[in-house]
């Protein structure tokens, strides 16, 4: 069974649908809650998800524990240990490798949206199969404004480009939410009104939350599947060495 490290960096945004669909894909997932007790060393681990959380990537004045996540999502990413990491993860590995987070230009980005891929996804283990366009959910104010050096742009939107990005062939950042269930975007939106009015009017009811992430699943599922077998060594890394479209 394959054994991934789940990093919960705050209590709002639990592993939810992403971790039913990671055991459904046949993985075993021991979640640290890194503001509560120390994480773990990687050892024994073949894969790493980090989750989101209502702090920023450098808020260690707050948070000195952020430091330690940033340094072991560097870690498994340098020695080429899968990493998916989510919003906030996002942002963590992106600063924690030499990339940018800033509070976003153009405001708050809130609830369902749309990404689209970029050449490399084409040809990526984990996106390949995924359609042109894949729903999401989005919930954040600061944006991961630079990528890491030698990072692969894999998924954009017109608001903020740098949606998910690919580093060392098996590092997996992305700007977005997938884990989330109707009433964990409902209770954010009751936490932080200020940002949930950025959203579309209507875009956060319930029944249109439920049809979203029917939405989410169908698109994001397979491709945690797909990271599972990453994970296990089933699946090849990506070729850091090719990084364009293959010719005809």
């Known amino acids: 069974m394959t054994r991934l490290l789940v990093i919960q960096p705050d209590d709002s945004d639990p592993l939810a649908n992403l971790g039913d669909w990671l055991t459904a894909a046949g993985a075993e997932v021991d979640i640290v809650r890194p503001f509560a007790e120390p994480l773990p060393a990687l050892d024994g681990y073949q894969g790493v998800v980090c989750l989101g959380g209502e702090m920023g990537a450098m808020d260690d004045a707050k948070h000195p524990w952020l430091k330690d996540v940033r340094q072991l999502l560097a870690s498994a990413t340098g020695n080429r240990i899968p990493v998916l990491a989510v919003c906030l993860g996002g942002q963590l590995l992106a600063a924690a490798t030499g ?44 944006s991961i404004d630079r990528m890491p050096p030698g990072a692969e742009l894999m998924l954009s939107s017109g608001k903020y480009p740098n949606q998910a990005f690919r580093l060392n062939g098996c590092g997996y950042g992305v700007q977005f939410h997938i884990e989330t269930t109707t009433d964990t975007v409902l209770q954010w939106a009751q936490m932080a009104p200020q940002i949930a009015e950025c959203a579309r009017p209507g875009s956060l009811d319930r029944a249109n939350l439920d049809q979203v992430h029917a939405d989410i699943a169908e698109t994001w599922q397979p491709i945690i599947e797909r990271f599972v077998r990453l994970a296990s060594g089933e699946l090849p890394m990506a070729d850091r060495q090719r990084n364009t479209l293959p010719l005809v």
Request: charge should be negative.
């Open 99 to 142: 990339g940018r987070v800033v509070v976003g230009e153009s405001g708050p980005e809130v609830g369902p949206s749309l990404v689209a891929k970029r050449d490399v996804a084409w040809t990526d283990p984990l996106f390949a199969d995924a359609p042109l366009m894949l729903d999401v959910m989005h919930f954040h104010v600061d």
